[in-house]
């Protein structure tokens, strides 16, 4: 079964510094990820997508099939990037088409 | 404005009366889901509508019921809520049932559901 985890839940970095908020998934086929960002009492919005290798706000992801790894990454983290991030991992026809959703982390930029 | 729709964005009902959820998308796209969002378990796959008339459950379908009778319209329905189904409620739809692996999914506001 396919699955997405999202290690950490709480991730406190300050302004100005790195981050990195780590995926990882188990998928027996080609993955194709995404990572969404949901501000404060807001909908879920796409971030970026392994298909398109955007980079968006800053941020990028780096699919590595070795390590069954999508790590979304942002040198320099501005408080605006405070949000809920969730790595998300489509299953395909025999899933019904449906994303599987990691945990989520919880991103928070001191100034 | 391409955009999910949902209403009500919040609701408090009590144990038993039955209540709808709408969900309306202006985008023509072919997929539609239902997902809830709980603390620690993160989104879960309520059910799901491949086209006009076809559903099929998600992980978590107790206690719901979903129809498509029109592309754009996809209600969520609990004959009978319960407190275990508080939570919050997202809509979601897809251009193609067959791209979700392109283009994700494009979610509504969601709405935030009390069962006292």
């Known amino acids: 079964a396919q699955r997405v985890t999202q290690p950490e839940k709480l991730l406190s970095v300050f302004k100005g510094a790195p981050v990195e908020l780590k995926c990882n998934y188990s998928?027996?086929?080609?993955?194709?990820l995404f990572w969404y960002v949901q501000y404060s009492r807001q909908r879920l919005q796409l971030l970026l997508r392994h298909i398109s290798r955007e980079s968006i706000k800053g941020f990028t992801a780096d699919l590595n099939k070795g390590e069954t790894s999508f790590h979304l990454k942002k040198p320099f983290a501005q408080e605006e990037d405070s949000a809920m991030y969730y790595c998300a991992l489509p299953g395909g026809k025999a899933a019904g088409n449906k994303l599987t959703f990691g945990g989520g982390t919880r991103v928070l930029v001191k100034p | 404005e391409a955009q999910v729709t949902q209403n009500p964005r919040y609701l408090i009902t009590v144990t038993g009366k039955k209540l709808t959820v709408t969900c309306s998308q202006n985008?023509?796209?072919?997929?539609m889901s239902w997902y809830r969002q709980d603390p620690g378990l993160g989104l879960r796959q309520i059910y799901y509508?491949?086209?006009?008339?076809?559903?099929d459950k998600g992980d978590v379908p107790e206690g719901y019921k979903v129809s498509r009778k029109e592309k754009r319209n996809f209600p969520l329905i609990l004959e009978s809520p319960s407190p275990n189904q508080t939570s919050l409620y997202f809509c979601a739809s897809s251009l193609h049932r067959d791209r979700v692996n392109n283009y994700g999914y494009t979610f509504g506001s969601g709405t935030r559901l009390t069962v006292v």
């Open positions: 985008m023509n796209h072919e997929y």
């Open positions: 509508s491949m086209n006009v008339e076809v559903t």
């Open positions: 998928y027996s086929g080609s993955p194709e």
